[in-house]
């Protein structure tokens, strides 16, 4: 198995669906997306050995029963109270007592689909007995959306997995297969739309050529639910209009936007939106002429309005000349809460800084009580070993999501606070920028699929366990095996904290190298450079000790915080320990509540995330057999590397802060293998990881 077929691989009847499954299916309503729900019926019922489906019009007994309030037999089983609740993603899956009939009932026929995806995964992991089943699902967000970082030129930024799957050359005329597969595999994880092109967008997206190639791709996409969305860049009206300026204010520009929104919609009536990065790193953006951040998504945000579209306004912004980075967002933003148009949604990244391992929360979560807010996390894995190591970010999104935020007292958590739930939006969303490239198993490490899987299951579903997700990803990629799922999924579950462990424990962050970012660079100095791209601006290490100091005695990022998280934070003994030295400067000598002073910790720390990839290294060997021998192979080469990489972190990290710490690395403990003077002349060769 090469891992192409993501998690359809596992075609097994889950053994808790004791019950017979009816095979002849009643579906009385006809669309490209009701089609699509027979297909996978055709072909999943014969390879779970439920049988050879038959389709039919009429309702009688013990039938599969799939539709909206548009089919009569639906109609008369469903009421409209139960419709009203579901909205319009959501189904029931009701198996009607008496007669074995399965129901399963949507308001739209995406609903339908959604629904028909997750009675296919019920009956391939071991998550419920369809017996006695039950349930209604609404999803937690309204669009649950994919941001590829993918380029004009076919490459992907901070893509490891290949080039791009859209192929713009050959667009629209050729059509890869792999543009329905792709389409098909984020439905049924319940993801709805897709930013094409890269946040550091060239104008061109949007010139009639691009738009016809982005035309074909939405119209592939749309009977599976999915929308699209582009990335475009402020200057636009200058570069592609040939205006004087992009200026929000200016009246040309505003109808150049206007007559852009036309022209897409014609082209593409169900079009999602835009995403925009604008006045960060270097692009442009409303700030070039004075005006604000609200000033630009305004500007855009009425010319979508009158198509039902919507703005994402990205709030990663800092510059070298400003205050700590970790401030600068929130002191952008949250003096313009309540500026924004109904349309824009601002999108946030789960940290402050920069997809690090692991950033305590943006404080803007919780800050902008007018203003809708969407987080955005990386499925792509840029500081995390790229697609070398096995990391599952799903404890990342949930450790988010689950946080307290304390902004209306106890329980404002992320999840809540961007759900709708605490401040009623009237959009929700949540993004994921996308881990998938051309290499055939899509994600570059067969675990990377698990994390685009995760961020689909969180986004339709934002307190799903990290546990649950990883064991129906294990049960529907690889095999039902109880014991290869406890095991590897104890894997996953611990995969996370031991990246952090090897590469920034303890609060550490952004240690890694100039510009590609992979591997440890702690001592890097590049002539000319933003200070703000260097580590030494993040970890500080002096003779005297380690950590940015962003407490009231420091840059007073705390500040930012509500209470009790302030106060918490502020406070070097209740700050937890995860994010010790990302808010405090700390002595070596300096002792944690196990007693161990920080440098010990530190090495125990950085030891104790080696030590487990050896301990994944040695699980994975014992899985032999119970996986495709392909598949077997791939992932223990790729856990080679990541134990090989592991040391070198360890071993960069240790020996260049002991150099200011000039404390020995306890007894007990191994001890480096590398040559600090010798890893600092390593250079790295990203054509490696293309
Ligand atoms: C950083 C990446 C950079 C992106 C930027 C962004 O290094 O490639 O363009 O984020 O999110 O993580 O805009």
């Not at 893509?159 to 984020?186: F, H, M, Q, V």
């Not at 104890?490 to 890694?512: D, F, K, W």
């Amino acid at each position: 198995t090469d891992g192409s077929q993501l998690w359809f691989t596992n075609q097994q009847l889950s053994p808790k669906v004791k019950t017979a499954i009816p095979t002849t299916v009643c579906i009385q309503e006809e669309s490209a997306t009701f089609k699509i729900i027979k297909e996978e019926l055709a072909k999943s019922f014969p390879a779970l050995g439920v049988g050879d489906v038959s389709f039919t019009k009429k309702s009688t007994k013990n039938i599969v029963l799939i539709g909206t309030a548009d089919s009569k037999a639906i109609a008369s089983m469903v009421s409209e109270d139960e419709f009203a609740k579901l909205g319009d993603d959501g189904f029931l899956i009701r198996r009607k007592q008496g007669d074995g009939t399965i129901l399963i009932a949507a308001n739209t026929e995406f609903g339908a689909l959604y629904g028909v995806y997750e009675f296919l995964r019920l009956l391939k992991t071991s998550a419920t007995d369809l017996v006695e089943i039950d349930r209604v699902e609404i999803p937690s967000y309204q669009r649950r959306i994919l941001n590829h970082w993918d380029n004009l030129d076919g490459t992907v930024e901070r893509g490891y997995a290949g080039y791009s799957i859209w192929k713009w050359d050959e667009l629209p005329g050729t059509i890869s297969p792999r543009y329905e597969a792709y389409a098909r595999a984020n439905a049924s994880i319940g993801i709805n739309g897709t930013v094409l092109n890269n946040v550091n967008a060239n104008p061109d997206i949007l010139t009639k050529d691009y738009l016809e190639k982005v035309k074909v791709l939405a119209g592939i996409f749309r009977p599976y639910g999915i929308r699209v969305y582009l990335s475009v860049n402020f200057s636009s009206p200058k570069e592609l209009g040939g205006l004087e300026n992009s200026d929000p204010l200016n009246d040309q520009v505003k109808s150049w936007w206007n007559d852009k929104a036309d022209e897409i919609y014609a082209m593409i009536p169900d079009f999602g939106g835009f995403l925009v990065k604008a006045n960060s790193e270097g692009l442009p953006g409303p700030q070039d002429y004075g005006r604000t951040h609200a000033d630009g998504a305004n500007m855009l945000a009425d010319a979508l309005a009158p198509h039902g579209g919507i703005v994402m306004w990205r709030a990663f912004v800092y510059n070298p000349d400003g205050d700590d980075r970790a401030k600068q967002a929130y002191k952008e933003f949250v003096p313009l809460d309540g500026q924004f148009r109904k349309n824009v949604i601002i999108q946030l990244k789960n940290g402050p800084i920069d997809f690090q391992p692991r950033e305590p929360f943006s404080p803007m979560f919780g800050a902008m009580k007018h203003t809708t807010l969407m987080p955005e996390f990386q499925i792509t894995q840029e500081y995390l070993g790229f697609s070398d190591h096995l990391v599952f970010l799903s404890t990342l999104f949930e450790e988010c999501l689950d946080t307290d935020t304390y902004a209306e007292g106890p329980n404002t958590t992320i999840a809540r606070i961007t759900d709708g739930e605490v401040y009623n939006d009237s959009i929700t969303a949540i993004a994921g920028v996308a881990n998938i490239g051309e290499d055939t198993n899509w994600c570059g490490h067969h675990f990377a699929q698990s994390n685009w899987y995760a961020f689909g299951r969180l986004a339709w579903n934002n307190k799903l366990s990290s546990a649950e997700i990883a064991n129906e990803w294990l049960e529907q990629t690889f095999t039902q095996d109880a014991d290869f799922v406890a095991q590897m999924k104890r894997v996953m579950l611990q995969s996370r904290e031991a990246v952090v462990n090897y590469m920034t424990p303890i609060g550490l962050h952004h240690l890694m190298g100039w510009s590609h970012h992979y591997g440890p660079e702690p001592w890097c100095e590049v002539p000319g450079a933003r200070p703000d791209w260097l580590p030494t601006y993040y970890h500080k290490a002096d003779s005297m000790g380690i950590g940015f100091d962003r407490s009231t005695t420091g840059s007073e990022a705390v500040l930012q915080y509500a209470e009790p998280l302030r106060s918490i934070y502020d406070n070097v003994s209740t700050c937890p320990e995860m994010y010790l030295l990302w808010f405090h400067h700390l002595s070596w000598d300096y002792v944690l509540h196990n007693g161990n002073t920080l440098w010990d910790e530190l090495c125990y720390k950085y030891s104790s995330g080696v030590d487990r990839v050896k301990v994944f290294q040695k699980i994975w060997d014992r899985m032999e057999g119970k996986v495709d021998a392909q598949r077997f192979k791939e992932v223990q080469a790729k856990l080679a590397i990541q134990a090989t990489e592991a040391i070198w972190w360890r071993d960069a990290c240790l020996l260049y802060f002991q150099t200011f710490s000039g404390k020995p690395i306890p007894e007990e403990l191994d001890r480096p293998v590398h040559v600090l003077e010798k890893l600092k002349m390593l250079k790295f060769d990203m054509t490696h990881h293309n």
